[in-house]
Structures are given as C-alpha cells and as structure tokens.
C-alpha cells in the first residue's frame, strides 16, 4: 500500500517539495541579513542606552517577504485540498478503488496507509514552514513585542501543524462523503476557512480567562512583552465598561461624549473624571500564555482531525463501493 | 423457478477440467491459502464444493430493487455464463458477491464465508468490472508491481507474459489505452491474483471478435491449470460465447433469477415445441410453458419437459441454449418485445 500511495502521490510530493525548497531558500537568504540587522541594531542601543525606544523606530526585513510570510497562513489549506480532497474522492470518481479494494487488503488498511502517510507528509511540510516563518519573525517578535497577535500567533510555532492535519483529514473526510474531487477540495477550502474564523475570532479568546488590568484615567500602562491584548477603554463610575466607537477622544481610551456635565469645559478633564470614578481598563491575554495557548489551539485541532479521519474510515467501510 | 443444481452432470464441453473435487481445500497448484478458521463454515449439505451459494439476496437503492430474492448455488470448478437483459441485476450480484455492495436483504456464501473485509478473503477473489477500473495515469506494470505489494499470492510474470504477447504496451498509461487493451490488462490482473472464484462483468463487451475468443480461450487456460481449484463467473450478452466456454448458467431478468443450473440439464430440462396456431391452454394444463411465441399460421413453445405429450400436433425438437435464454428472457421482456421469435432463426 505504501508503494502505491508513493506512486500515486509522487507528482503532488514533488511539487510540495519543490515549493518547499522554494521558500525555504527565500527565507533563509533574506531572514540571515534581517538577524544581522537586529544584533548590530541591539548593540547599537545598548552602546547609547536607547533600548527602550527601539520600536517604531526600526524596520527589520522587506515588505516583499512579510507578505510572503504572512501568506503562508493559507498554507495549511493548500496543503488539504492538494494531497487530503483527491485521496478518497479521486479513486472514487474514476473508480479506480475498485482495483484497490478488490486486492488483498482491506479498505481499512487501504485507508490507514494512505491518509497515515499524507497526514504524516502534511505535518511535516507545515513544520518546517512554521520553523523557518519563527525564525524569520523572531526579531521583529522581540522588536514589536506581537508575537501573541492573531496575525503573529497563527504563522508560528506548533498552531501550524495542527491546522495542516485538521485541513488534510477535512478532505480526506470531504472526499470520502462526496467522493468527487473537485466538490471535496472545495469542502475542503470552505469549512477550513469556516472553522478557522470561528475558533480565532469567538473560541480563541476564551481557551484561559482573560486578564483585565484597571488604572487610573491619567496614567499610562501596557501590558508586558508579547501580550494579546483583546479590549482596553474606560470604566465608568457605575462599572459600566465603555470602549471607544469613533476617533471623538479626549484620550486615547476617553471619548468625548463620555465626559459628565461637571468635567465639561475644564482645562483638566481627565483628572476630574478620575475623581469622579472614572478608570481605564485593559483585557489582555499575557504573553506568558503563548505556549499554552498553542498547545489548547493544536490539540483542538488535532481532535477535530481526529474524528474527521474517524468518519472517513465508517464511510468507506459501510458504503457500497 | 430454479433448475436443478446438479448432481449426476454429463462430461463439460470446452472446458478440459476435472469437475468433482474433494470438498474443501481444492487440488489445485497455487491455492495454498485459506480456508483458515472461521472461513470454511461448517454445515450440512456439501457447501464447501459450493463456491457460491446465495439466499434470497436482496439488493435495493431506494425503493427499487436491483436484486430480490435470489437464491443461486454455483459448485467449484465450474465456468458459470451469467446472462440476462440490461438492468436485470448482473452487475449487483456480482459486486455483492465480492463484498464491494453490501446485501439488504438475504445472504451470500461464497467459497464458505461471506464476502467481507479481509485479507485471505479479499486474496481468493478476483474481479474485473465492466468499466474495467484502473489507475488511469499508472501503467500495466504499474498495477503488476501494486498487485505484487497488495497480494500474498501474485503471478506477475503471467501477466506481463501474457500482456506482451498480447502487444499491451505495459509502460503506458493505461488511460491512454484502448478499450480492448484495458481489458486485457484488467483481466491479466485479475488471473495473476491466482484467485480461487474469478468474477468478470461484461468484459468481452470491449472486445473484437478475435480478442473475445483468444480472452476465452485464457480464462480456459486458467481453468485448466488451476485444476478445479478455480471457479468463474462470467458475464456477458454473447449467448454464443457462453455456449462455448461455461458449463454453468445463470440467468437473470427484473432483478430475479429466472434459471440457474448446469447446461446440460437446463437444455434436457425443456422442449421446443412447433404445431399449428392455437390456445397453449391444452398444454399448459400438462406443463410449465416458459415463452409462447405466434405467428398467423404457428404456435411455438418452450415448455418445461414433463409427462409425455399428449397433443400429437404438435412437433417437439430439443432447445438450444440461446433459444431457451432468449425464451426466459422473452417471458420476463417488456411487451414491445413479446411478438419477436425467441426460438429458430429471425425471419
């Protein structure tokens, strides 16, 4: 079976390979002048003691290759629709299978060999574009501090990998209900996107209660190093939360129209509505988290694969061929 | 409506194979496998020199039925011709037979156990579907190294042998062969699969007449060599090919079984008879009258062989086997087909 999945899969390795080769050669070249970069730039600040002031004022690397960075995002997805839609769904629709599955294995094996061995090439394809992705964003990381933004946290580390598997096994399964290619892969495309968003946007949030930081309305705090920071404004005196709607402020996390009649047309706003009972908050996930946060992130995904794979299996072995 | 299954049968005809094994594990070379535990169920009536034996097997998509109630017996050794108009449920028993369709209904014993999914069942038997399913961008070598990783037991030097003489190009594509070519492949592969039931659908139906008879004549060759340790089912719409090669019928029409049992005994079974044009009433009080066909001036009929005939008007000739498939398959046809001549030569 593995001889078979081989010759069947030799082309989309090749290119999987290829591509890979690609873009590790591309990072790699241009993430060794971005690394010299950040230590003589390190050196320099640490010579005149200007550290702290470092961010915003350097720009480590190329727009070009951030781009490319930021789009191997969509990595995890091409690799589903490339090598997990086509492996039930393409047999099946040129009903090829039936020469597999009237051989001496068993459709279980059929299955266990192939997606175990896609699945395997999957994750290590998305590993090492996650390792060279890290690497490449490590000093703009410790630069700007984001490496626990949504944009930041999604592209590094173990997340990658766990949404690879998720995306092959959702076409491996897509492919095994529909069993036509081109349906799978877009299956494939759309519930990964689907169930991407959903988790990053309403799921993520919630994997560790939040950290909310209260301060005084004329004070300035920001949470330490790479923190996701998910809400900041102000507390009102009842303990409403209120968070800024449109660019009419006072300050930063004050609007305008929240400034009671008594603070009205003073020189100092914001002191009197800190006597008043005025607060600002920040909701921030502190970066201490971002390990735990990539393995809750993974391990659901890799669940999610997981039973995917399992309904791929009691598909093929209860339906007719 | 089953025939008899045949006990006390005459001597085959093409077919140069020793019929009565011992029952359970055949003579034959390169049968080494199975029945293992479990495979070879253990009950009366001789069912292990049965290769196939179904009860009521019922397949239904939906609401219509592809295959009901069908109870069929095949012994080992034999070449079995499996024929019935388009639709009538060829092509489901037979995927039921391999286990690729499951039954809704009845069961199916085949070589001892039923169809399921594993190894030493799956290595016994060989099939080739009528649409001859093959890796389209793998060559026939291809598939013979694949066999030879799938399967325990596998003679991939027979079917490049067989392949090359034949002039198959086995580096190409099979997608980029033709449909006659394919089919050989498909067949290659099933035979090298040394399997112990081999189950072909249609697959002369691609062939040109040189090819059908040379594909005939190998699916003999195996029989011979494997020594009564295979068993084929064979498909097809060439009355005149089964004739020649298989010494077993079955025949199917609307999704029943019409006839199934040895050549020799369905021919001696049933009677052509010819006389003037008149109500078949008379007869049928007598016997089974299978298809009547009329013209203005003759009545012809296929009758089930009974008490002798008591009408001396009527003329009686033995059937052949065309005329008695075309007289089942006539009986179950749809009514523009009831005034067409199933016995004799078209007018």
Not at chain 1, 100 to 110: K, S
Not at chain 1, 153 to 170: H, K
Not at chain 1, 280 to 308: C, D, H, K, N
Not at chain 2, 243 to 263: F, M, N, T, Y
Request: glycine share 10%; with cysteine; charged share 15%.
């Amino acid at each position: 079976m593995t001889w078979l999945t081989w010759r069947q899969y030799r082309l989309q390795a090749a290119l999987v390979g290829g591509l890979l080769a690609a873009l590790a050669a591309l990072l790699v070249a241009t993430g060794i002048p971005v690394a010299a970069q950040w230590h003589s730039v390190l050196a320099d600040c640490a010579a005149q003691g200007t550290c702290g002031s470092l961010p915003g004022t350097v720009f480590l690397g190329s727009h070009a290759i951030g781009f490319l960075v930021i789009m191997t995002i969509g990595v995890p997805a091409v690799l589903g629709m490339l090598l997990g839609a086509p492996l039930v769904a393409y047999e099946a629709e040129t009903s090829a299978r039936v020469f597999a599955w009237t051989q001496g294995v068993t459709r279980r094996r059929w299955l266990a060999v192939k997606a175990g061995w896609v699945l395997l090439v999957g994750a290590v394809s998305a590993a090492v574009v996650s390792a060279l992705v890290t690497w490449w964003l490590g000093p703009d990381n410790a630069l700007n501090g984001d490496a626990f933004s949504a944009s930041r946290f999604d592209l590094m580390d173990i997340v990658p990998v766990g949404y690879t598997v998720f995306a092959v096994a959702l076409g491996i399964a897509a492919g095994a209900l529909v069993r036509r290619t081109v349906p799978a892969i877009g299956i494939t495309l759309a519930g990964f996107v689907v169930v991407r968003s959903v988790i990053t946007l309403w799921v993520r949030p919630h994997f560790m209660t939040a950290v909310t930081h209260v301060y005084a309305l004329t004070g300035s705090w920001a949470p330490p190093g790479s923190a996701w920071q998910l809400a900041a404004g102000t507390i009102a005196p009842g303990g409403a939360r209120l968070t800024m709607l449109d660019g009419a402020d006072v300050a930063p996390n004050v609007s305008a129209s929240w400034v009671p009649q008594a603070c009205q047309g003073l020189g100092r706003v914001l002191t009197c509505m800190q006597s008043a009972g005025f607060r600002q908050f920040v909701t921030y996930q502190p970066g201490s988290r971002f390990w735990p946060f990539q393995f809750i992130e993974a391990g659901f995904y890799v669940a999610l694969a997981a039973a995917l794979i399992a309904v791929a299996f009691a598909v093929i072995s209860r339906r007719d061929a | 409506m089953n025939g008899p299954d045949g006990s006390g049968r005459p001597e085959p005809r093409l077919t140069a194979v020793p019929r009565e094994n011992a029952p359970g594990e055949p003579a034959g070379a390169g049968t080494p496998g199975p029945p293992g535990p479990g495979t070879g169920t253990p009950s009366a009536g001789g069912r292990e020199h049965r290769a196939i034996e179904t009860t009521r097997l019922t397949k239904r998509y939906g609401r219509s039925a592809a295959l009901s109630d069908c109870s069929i017996s095949v012994p080992r050794g034999r070449i079995c011709g499996l024929v019935g108009p388009n639709g009538a449920g060829k092509s489901t028993l037979l995927r039921l037979l391999t286990g690729l369709a499951r039954p809704t209904g009845g069961s199916a014993l085949v070589l001892g156990g039923a169809p399921r999914q594993d190894p030493a069942f799956l290595a016994d038997i060989g099939y080739l579907a009528q649409d001859v399913p093959l890796y389209r961008r793998l060559s026939a070598e291809d598939h013979i190294l694949a066999g030879a990783r799938l399967n325990k037991r596998w003679d991939g030097a027979s079917a490049r042998t067989r392949l090359r003489e034949l002039g198959v190009p086995l580096d190409r594509a099979v997608g980029t062969l033709s449909g006659g070519q394919r089919a050989q492949v498909g067949l290659s592969l099933a035979l090298a699969k040394r399997p112990r039931l081999l189950l072909l659908d249609e697959p002369v139906a691609a062939l040109d007449p040189l090819a059908r008879r040379h594909f005939l004549s190998t699916t003999t060759a195996a029989m011979a060599e494997a020594e009564g340790g295979l068993t084929i089912v064979l498909s097809s719409h060439q009355i005149a090919d089964l004739e020649r090669v298989c010494d077993h019928l079955i025949l199917l029409a609307k999704s029943q079984l019409q006839l199934c049992g040895d050549i020799d005994d369905l021919l001696a079974d049933h009677l052509v008879l010819v006389g003037p044009r008149k109500d078949p009433a008379a007869v049928e009080r007598t016997h089974t009258v299978v298809h009547a066909t009329h013209t203005p001036r003759q009545s012809t009929l296929v009758i089930k062989r009974g008490s002798p005939l008591i009408d001396p008007a009527y003329q009686s000739e033995d059937i052949s086997l065309e005329e008695l498939v075309l007289a089942y398959m006539g009986a179950a046809a749809p009514a523009a087909y009831s005034r067409l001549s199933t016995v004799g030569e078209e007018q």
